[in-house]
Structure formats: structure tokens, C-alpha cells
């Protein structure tokens, strides 16, 4: 089966720091440009970041511009999401994808989706 396995997601203070991980199963991450996104509850999916497999350039959404940072590891055919200064706004369900063409904002546009890891920031 081809998805991904996400991982690393908890609760954290604000302020606090984690690192999701985005695990492939089924095939190899070295020929997709990556995306995370992620859901909070009663909302739609957010476009976090995503990085290309060509050039390994990077995007982020503006709201975690400066905090986040993604990056790969193809010979682990994973992908990491190191995310600083929470915020409770962060708060979501992450989930990261391939991108079925290039790096996009829509949703539509991935596959091989995951179940996603829960982020909480909360004191």
C-alpha cells in the first residue's frame, strides 16, 4: 500500500518545539516534491510547507514562516517538519503528502495522504 506514516506529533507549551516525521511505505520519496498540511478542527486543509525533490527549495504558508522548517532525508525516504515557537493557533491534525506534479496550496493536487499526527500547543 502506498501513503505515508506520520509521526512525532503531542503536547507542547507555547513557545515549546517538535519534529514530525513523514515516513513512506510503498514507494520512494526521492521523485515527489512533499507537502505538509494540516486540519484543525471545523477547518479546511491548510497548506503548511513543501519541498521539491529536484532542487530541495523549500515554500512555507506565512503563518509559520520563520518558525517552521521542512526537510528531507531520502536516503531514510522521510521527510521532517521541525516546528519552533508553537502557537495555539498551530494546533492541528499534520499530514504530509506527495505532490502529484510540483509543490501546490491545493489539496487536490497530492496523494498517498496519511493518517496524520495530532499537534497540540496548550499550556
Known amino acids: 500500500q502506498l501513503q505515508f506514516v506520520e509521526s512525532g506529533g503531542g503536547l507542547v507549551q507555547p513557545g515549546g518545539s517538535l519534529r514530525l516525521s513523514c515516513a513512506a511505505s510503498?514507494?520512494?520519496?526521492?521523485?515527489?516534491?512533499i507537502g505538509w498540511f494540516r486540519q484543525a478542527p471545523g477547518k479546511e486543509h491548510e497548506g503548511v510547507s513543501c519541498?521539491?525533490?529536484?532542487?530541495?527549495?523549500?515554500s512555507y504558508a506565512d503563518s509559520v514562516k520563520g518558525r517552521f522548517t521542512i526537510s528531507r532525508d531520502n536516503a531514510k525516504n522521510t521527510v521532517y517538519l521541525q516546528m519552533n515557537s508553537l502557537k495555539p493557533e498551530d494546533t492541528a491534525t499534520y499530514y504530509c503528502a506527495a505532490a502529484a506534479i510540483s509543490c501546490s496550496r491545493y489539496v487536490s493536487d497530492y496523494m498517498y495522504w496519511g493518517q496524520g499526527t495530532q499537534v497540540t500547543v496548550s499550556s
Open positions: 519541498i521539491s525533490s529536484n532542487d530541495g527549495s523549500t
Open positions: 510503498g514507494f520512494i520519496t526521492d521523485y515527489y516534491d
